[in-house]
């Protein structure tokens, strides 16, 4: 294919500031160019403004953010938390001796400044906290006179001899090893439950100063302890900590996009503008957040690293247009006005379709991923203003380097065999073969995603990284403790003091034998397996006792004997009750396989004296949102895909067009689940969001390069030809723009914090084959659907100025 020539020969019309009327182009194009000055001051002093402000956006957490807010598990949680205390947000501290066991003065001293300290931070539920030094763990004896008993931890504990023997005893017969004691007595625990908001302040956990000082316990290891912390509050915690970390990280995004970009123009004065303009926009984003009473969450906190990706990526397209207009000798405020004439539309649609990808995410009940939309959502409706209009109206001022207009013109000249055999992809022949290698990966990719799975795969906290303190200590205390952390609870709820009737007891005692047989559950515990053991102990520990009573006043004894050492197991009013299934793990088959058993147990005996309910504990708000995610994934993309498709027909007017532009898509989110299958990532509240935002933002290739593609086919060029034009204009920025958002978005692989490390691989690899995608796969559609007798001469073809409109296909090809 020889070079095409219209790039050469054909000047631009009105090249000169002179012979250019202002009063041209459409109503926007004169509002933004005919007030220049007023809009640039404008941006200057809403990014001061802006910026202040968003010096003062803070990330934070919450526990019931996390939460599904429609879901029935967590509806019937919130309807009963009141009764439900220490099955919601806790922290779990255990405390090791490094030089011996447990039954040491030493240790126990400093075991209870530990405690006293804990019991002392605020957000801490007092009642309901357990350690060796808290008086609600007691234990329980029968003696001839009946029962008695008293708190594990001696009154008037003094570390002498007698004291130490006295606690080993009360250890051993309040059954507490394996839960608040190692097996091995080398360890205990200090159960911690939180209160979400204070009551008087109604200001709900700052988790960072939460987290900070649980980790200032770790200046007792000078005392010959070791400090072990698990919980959503620690982990939350630790996940701020890191956003120092995370801004390194926009750091490098940014030199990378700079270098790239520089790469490409060869102009300082443009890859400064281009960048510097991005990153107002982020200023702006965060500015407005903090404005409307957003925050930052873990979560949300990637969000500026997206904007400014795309902003570049758009900020590309307007620098590499006027670029190659003033080097063909066009003025700058001429060049600036064309580009925004010819990009404005591609650019809207395109920053529309990204913000549907982020809007849609809104539909999920879960607060952090509507605060992931609405932050985005805010980031892009700013993009539509500093980097559609912004940048070419600062271009109109700055220019562009001598250099560097030189360099664009060059790069023009002939057609690079590259481009050539790109262009070779709108051949029939190679464009068959194209789409056939696309059928068979988007076949094989589908097969195998029917592999992915919803929730977490892994056991620990997989939004760390498995040798993290976190996921260490977690991996010791479930090694010593038999009663993991993980904590499915099943809701008892009846009429008040409907837990003393004999029938309530009974179906409770059923559903746990249930739950016990089950793979992946360790033990259960409730008011009625407890009162089985106690009813027993009442007559002499008779086996033949160990049951439910159906005497009323047995069961009430019993469960007053209860409530001294577990009052958490059910409230005053004797109306609820939890069933708490301690699990092995919370992977996702785990959670699924009891929540099948309890929902076939309720079905079968609800009744209204006695409804089973899910669910509570950590493990059951987190079965709650996967049920919430696996509904909302299809959902949501068939949101996105129709979305944008609405928008490609908006913009190109031609149904063919929309499905060269829409497949490339299709085919990226199948092969994406793939990956996911092969990586080990399931899809969960971190991940969901990456299908939505890597089909939103990889529309944009298409969008850019079809526009141009049917603009130059509408002027009478074969597919070929109109491809190569498209290429040479725009289509080196499409590469551009894939390189560099991949290479800005794979540094978060680096990064401590896993869910963040899988969204930056998994955006890198989408970004990526999109571009990959818009270059060729697009081209091999075109052959077969966007011959030139289907599309329609003559519209948009007054988007282009006549210095970019092409003659006829045979003078491109005599070129």
């Not at 708000?621 to 928008?647: F, H, K, P």
Request: include cysteine.
């Amino acid at each position: 294919m020889a070079p095409t020539n219209h790039h050469r020969d054909a000047m631009p019309i009105m090249a000169r500031l002179g012979d250019f009327d202002k009063r041209s182009g459409n109503l926007i194009e004169r509002l933004v160019f005919n007030n220049r000055v007023l809009l640039v001051t404008t941006c200057l002093v809403l990014t001061v403004v802006l910026g202040w402000f968003a010096t003062r956006l803070q990330v934070t957490a919450s526990f019931e953010d996390m939460m599904p807010q429609s879901q029935k598990f967590v509806q019937n949680y919130k309807a009963h938390a009141a009764s439900l205390g220490g099955l919601g947000n806790s922290v779990r501290i255990v405390v090791t001796n490094t030089r011996g066991d447990i039954y040491d003065p030493k240790y126990l001293e400093t075991l209870k400044q530990i405690n006293d300290k804990v019991y002392l931070i605020q957000g801490v539920d007092r009642s309901f906290m357990k350690s060796l030094w808290m008086p609600v763990v007691r234990w329980t004896d029968i003696v001839a006179e009946g029962y008695q008993g008293g708190p594990v931890m001696p009154d008037g504990f003094a570390g002498t001899p007698e004291n130490i023997n006295m606690l080993r005893r009360n250890v051993e017969r309040s059954g507490i090893v394996g839960s608040l004691v190692s097996t091995d007595h080398h360890s205990s625990m200090l159960f911690v439950p939180l209160v979400e908001k204070d009551a008087a302040t109604g200001k709900t956990i700052d988790y960072k100063a939460f987290r900070d000082q649980l980790e200032s316990l770790r200046s007792f290891e000078k005392d010959g302890v070791e400090i072990h912390i698990i919980g959503f509050a620690k982990l939350v915690g630790d996940l701020i900590h890191g956003v120092g970390e995370v801004l390194t990280y926009f750091l490098y995004a940014a030199i990378i996009a700079v270098l790239i970009i520089l790469a490409y123009t060869r102009c300082w004065r443009s890859t400064l503008l281009v960048t510097g303009c991005s990153l107002v926009a982020v200023l702006w984003q965060m500015g407005l957040m903090q404005l409307l009473g957003f925050t930052l969450d873990p979560y949300s906190i990637l969000v500026p690293f997206l904007i400014f990706a795309i902003g570049v990526s758009h900020g590309a397209q307007k620098m590499n247009g006027i670029m190659q207009d003033i080097g063909r000798g066009t003025h700058k405020y001429v060049a600036a006005r064309y580009t925004f004439r010819r990009l404005f539309l591609a650019g809207l649609t395109a920053l529309l379709a990204d913000a549907v990808g982020f809007a849609v995410l809104a539909m999920i009940d879960i607060p952090v991923i509507r605060g992931l939309a609405f932050a985005a959502s805010i980031g892009v409706a700013v993009l539509i203003f500093t980097n559609l209009i912004l940048i070419p109206v600062l271009l109109s001022f700055t220019g562009v380097s001598k250099g560097g207009a030189a360099y664009s013109i060059r790069s023009l000249q002939g057609v690079h065999p590259f481009v050539n055999w790109l262009s070779s992809f709108s051949e029939k022949r190679r464009a068959a073969g194209v789409i056939a290698v696309t059928v068979v990966l988007a076949a094989g990719g589908a097969v195998l995603s029917l592999q992915l799975k919803i929730g977490d795969l892994d056991p620990g906290a997989p939004e760390l990284r498995p040798n993290s303190v976190y996921n260490l200590d977690n991996a010791y205390i479930t090694k010593h403790y038999q009663l993991s952390s993980d904590q499915f609870a099943v809701i008892v709820s009846t009429p008040p003091d409907g837990l003393v009737n004999y029938e309530t007891m009974l179906e409770m005692d059923r559903l746990e034998q249930i739950l016990r047989d089950l793979p992946g559950v360790q033990t259960t515990t409730s008011v009625a397996s407890l009162a089985r053991r106690f009813t027993s102990a009442g007559f002499e520990g008779a086996p033949k006792w160990e049951t439910i009573n159906r005497d009323p006043f047995v069961v009430q004894d019993a469960m007053s004997i209860v409530n001294n050492s577990s009052p958490e197991l059910f409230n005053d009013g004797r109306s609820v009750a939890p069933i708490i299934v301690y699990l092995t793990d919370h992977k996702a088959t785990t959670l699924a396989r009891v929540v099948k058993t309890v929902e076939d147990f309720a079905h079968k005996h609800n009744t209204e004296e006695r409804k089973f309910l899910l669910a509570a504990g950590n493990s059951g708000i987190e079965a709650a949102t996967n049920i919430a995610v696996e509904q909302a994934n299809r959902t949501m993309l068939l949101y996105v895909y129709a979305s944008v498709v609405l928008l490609c027909f908006i913009t190109f007017r031609s149904w063919r067009a929309v499905i060269v532009a829409v497949v490339p898509l299709i085919v990226t989110s199948i092969l994406c689940e793939a990956l996911m299958v092969l990586l080990g990532i399931g899809i969960k509240v971190a991940t969901l969001p990456v299908a939505a935002l890597g089909v939103g933002i990889g529309v944009d290739y298409s969008l850019y390069l079809l526009t141009t593609h049917l603009v130059f086919q509408r002027q009478g060029a074969s597919v070929r030809d109109a491809y190569i034009n498209a290429l040479t204009s725009t289509g080196k920025v499409v590469a551009l723009i894939g390189v560099t958002l991949s290479a800005a978005v794979i540094t978060w692989a680096g990064s401590p914090i896993k869910f963040q490390a899988d969204m930056g691989i998994l955006l890198a690899f989408m970004f990526l084959l999109n571009m990959i995608g818009a270059l060729v796969l697009v081209p091999s559609l075109a052959a077969f659907l966007l011959p030139s007798k289907a599309v329609v001469i003559g519209a948009q073809e007054n988007t282009m100025p006549a210095s970019t409109k092409v003659k006829t296909s045979s003078a491109l090809r005599r070129a």
